[in-house]
C-alpha cells in the first residue's frame, strides 16, 4: 500500500487471478471486509505484472468501503472477484498510430496499464490528465516514461488552469484513436469533440454485483432514447464505444 | 434418501435454499461460475407484460449491514421471458419460481395465465410488494381486501400453484397472510425490502434517484424472522422465508420460526457463491445439531 496523495492510494496484490486478466479497463470487485462494508467495491487495475502475478488498484478514500480498504497493510489478504467487464480495445493499434488518453482525477488509473500496452505494440501514446490541484496529483512521472504528458489543473497550481479540454484547444490534439475515463461531465464535453471519431470510453457507476444480475448499473442505448434497450456498466462495459449508449 | 429435500405445493425441492427473486436475473450470469442444478429452486427476476428499464440510476445505495435498491423491475417483459428466458432454463434440473409483477390486476392475470404454462415454471410468486413502482407493486400488498381478490383472480387463470410475496411495510402482517390464504394463495413468501431511504451528506439530496428504495440484506433478518414467526402460527399454508440470509445458520433459523424452505437474495450480490456453499454445508450443519433430516428443523420454535 502507497500513498500518492493524501486521498489516493495504490495497492498491489498477489494472486492467480492475474493470469486471467485480459484486456487494460478490466476491474476488480473487493470485498474489504467480512461485515462492514457489505457490498463489495468496483475498482479498476492499473497495472499488471502477469510474470509475477501481481497486479495494482489506485483508489481514491472517499466513503467507509475506500478508507477500510486505505489500512490495509502488507501481509493481509482480500477476498477478490474478477477479473470483470469489458475494457480497452487494442485491436487495429500498432506501429505507426497515435492514441491520445484523456483521464480525469480518479479515472486516470487504468489508462496507465493501456498506455503500456499500446507502447508494447509501438503506439505513439500522448496522455492529457486532468486533476483538481497540484496536490491531487499522481503518476506524472510513469506515464511521460511512456510518452508525452500533458497536465492540467482546475486551480492552475501545476501545467495549465483549466481541465483536459483547455489542453486539447492548447495543443490540438488528437490521435488515430481516442481512450478516455473519468468524470461524467468531461466525458460529455469530450463526447462533443471527438464524436464522429473512433472513441471509447471508461464509465463508474454504483453496483451491487459486478457481474449483470442486479441490474443496478445500467445506462439506456443511445439509438434508441425512449426505448427499453439497455447495457450494463459491470458486464456489458465498463469501455463502451462513444455512442453506443448515453453518458 | 436425500435428507434437504423438501416437498411444496408445486415445488419438489431437493434442498430448500433459492435464489430470490431480483438477485438472480435469469440465472445467465450465475450460470457461468456454478452448474445451476445443484439449487433446490430458482425465483426469477419479476416479469411484467411490457418490457420495463426500470428507475434511473443511481439505483443501490449502501447501509449499514444492508443495501437500498430501487431498481423498479426492469425486465424484458412477457414474450421474451416465455421465448428467451425460460426455454434457456430449461437446461437445469431445477423448477422454476416465475415471479409477477403488474401495476393493475388484469396485468398480473395476463402474465400468470401465460407464464404458468411454461414446463419448466412449477409456481408463481405474487409480486405484490415491490416498493420501487409507483403503480401497482406494493399497493396490492399493504390492502389486504386487494390482496385476497388479487389472489383470487391468479388463482383462477394460473396452472400451477400461487405463492403470493407479502410486503414487510404493513402493520400488521397476520392480516395480509390470512388475507391471501382466504384468496386460495398454496403459499406464502415473505419478506420483500422494506423501504427506506439513504441522504447525501454533502448535497443533502437522496442517494438513490428514485428517493426511496428497498432495504435488504443482513440488517433486514431479525425483521424477516419475527414475521415468519408470527405468520406461520396464523395460516396452514407453507411459507418461503426470506430477507437477510448470509450463512448456513440464518437458514437454520428461518426453517425454526416456521420457514419450510428459504430463498437468498442480497447475499448473491456479494458472494455469487453463497447458495451453492450453504447447500454443501447444509448436511453438516443437521448432523451438527442433531437432526436427520431438514424437516425436522421446520417450525422448531413454535409451539
Known amino acids: ?247 | 434418501m436425500n435428507r434437504l429435500h423438501v416437498q411444496l405445493p408445486g415445488l419438489n425441492l431437493k434442498n430448500p435454499i433459492m435464489p430470490a427473486s431480483g438477485c438472480f436475473g435469469f440465472g445467465k450470469e450465475f450460470a457461468k461460475l456454478y452448474d445451476l442444478s445443484v439449487l433446490g429452486g430458482i425465483m426469477i427476476k419479476a416479469t411484467t407484460v411490457e418490457p420495463r428499464f426500470g428507475n434511473p440510476t443511481p439505483r443501490v445505495a449502501e447501509t449499514p449491514s444492508g443495501m437500498l435498491n430501487a431498481i423498479g423491475l426492469q425486465n424484458p417483459g412477457l414474450t421474451k421471458v416465455m421465448e428467451e428466458e425460460l426455454p434457456w432454463l430449461e437446461q437445469f434440473d431445477v423448477p422454476i419460481i416465475a415471479n409477477i409483477a403488474g401495476s393493475q390486476m388484469e396485468d398480473y392475470v395476463k402474465v400468470a395465465k401465460e407464464i404458468s404454462q411454461a414446463p419448466n415454471v412449477k409456481a408463481l410468486e405474487l409480486n405484490i410488494s415491490c416498493p420501487n413502482v409507483k403503480q401497482g407493486g406494493i399497493m396490492f400488498g399493504t390492502n389486504p381486501d386487494v390482496a385476497k381478490e388479487l389472489t383470487e383472480k391468479v388463482k383462477e387463470v394460473s396452472s400451477v400453484p400461487v405463492y403470493v410475496k407479502l410486503s414487510p411495510n404493513v402493520t400488521d402482517i397476520k392480516l395480509m397472510a390470512q388475507a391471501v390464504e382466504e384468496g386460495g394463495a398454496d403459499g406464502i413468501t415473505l419478506i420483500n425490502t422494506l423501504l427506506g431511504m439513504r441522504l447525501d451528506v454533502k448535497t443533502a439530496k437522496p442517494i438513490l434517484k428514485n428517493n426511496t428504495g428497498g432495504l435488504s440484506g443482513p440488517a433486514i433478518k431479525p425483521i424477516a424472522i419475527r414475521m415468519v414467526y408470527e405468520v406461520a402460527q396464523v395460516v396452514s399454508i407453507p411459507i418461503i422465508g426470506m430477507g437477510g440470509i448470509q450463512k448456513v445458520d440464518d437458514v437454520i433459523e428461518f426453517l425454526y420460526a416456521g420457514a419450510s424452505a428459504v430463498a437468498i437474495g442480497t447475499a448473491n450480490f456479494v458472494d455469487p457463491f453463497v447458495c451453492p456453499t450453504i447447500i454443501e454445508q447444509l448436511p453438516r450443519k443437521l448432523d451438527e445439531l442433531g437432526f436427520e433430516n431438514i424437516q425436522d428443523c421446520i417450525g422448531r420454535s413454535l409451539n
Open chain 1, 1 to 247: 500500500m502507497e500513498e500518492l496523495t493524501s486521498t489516493i492510494y495504490a495497492m498491489t496484490l498477489k494472486g492467480s487471478l492475474v493470469q486471467e486478466m485480459k484486456e487494460p479497463g478490466q476491474f476488480v470487485h473487493i470485498k474489504v471486509d467480512e461485515q462492514t462494508p457489505l457490498l463489495r467495491r468496483p475498482i479498476s487495475i492499473a497495472n499488471i505484472e502477469k510474470e509475477r502475478s501481481e497486479f495494482t488498484v489506485i483508489f481514491r478514500k472517499e466513503g467507509v468501503g475506500t478508507s477500510e480498504l486505505s489500512k490495509k497493510r502488507v501481509g493481509e489478504s482480500l477476498d477478490i472477484l474478477g477479473p470483470l467487464g469489458n475494457g480497452f480495445p487494442l485491436t487495429g493499434m500498432h506501429e505507426g498510430k497515435t492514441a491520445l488518453l484523456i483521464g480525469g482525477g480518479v479515472g486516470i488509473p487504468p489508462l496507465y496499464e493501456l498506455s503500456k500496452q499500446l507502447n508494447n505494440r509501438g503506439v505513439n501514446v500522448i496522455h492529457v490528465l486532468g486533476f483538481q490541484s497540484k496536490e491531487h496529483m499522481f503518476f506524472i512521472y510513469e506515464f511521460t516514461k511512456l510518452g508525452p504528458t500533458f497536465v492540467s489543473t482546475a486551480d492552475g497550481s501545476k501545467g495549465t488552469k483549466g481541465f483536459v479540454t483547455d489542453i486539447l484547444d492548447q495543443e490540438q490534439l488528437n490521435g488515430d484513436r481516442i481512450y478516455s475515463c473519468g468524470p461524467t461531465p468531461m466525458l460529455k464535453a469530450l463526447e462533443d469533440r471527438f464524436k464522429d471519431q473512433d472513441f471509447y470510453v471508461s464509465l463508474e457507476e454504483r453496483m451491487a454485483c459486478g457481474i449483470g444480475a442486479c441490474f443496478a448499473c445500467v445506462r439506456k442505448v443511445k439509438k434508441q432514447e425512449c426505448g427499453h434497450d439497455y447495457k450494463k456498466i459491470c458486464s456489458d462495459g465498463p469501455v463502451f464505444h462513444i455512442g453506443e449508449v448515453i453518458l
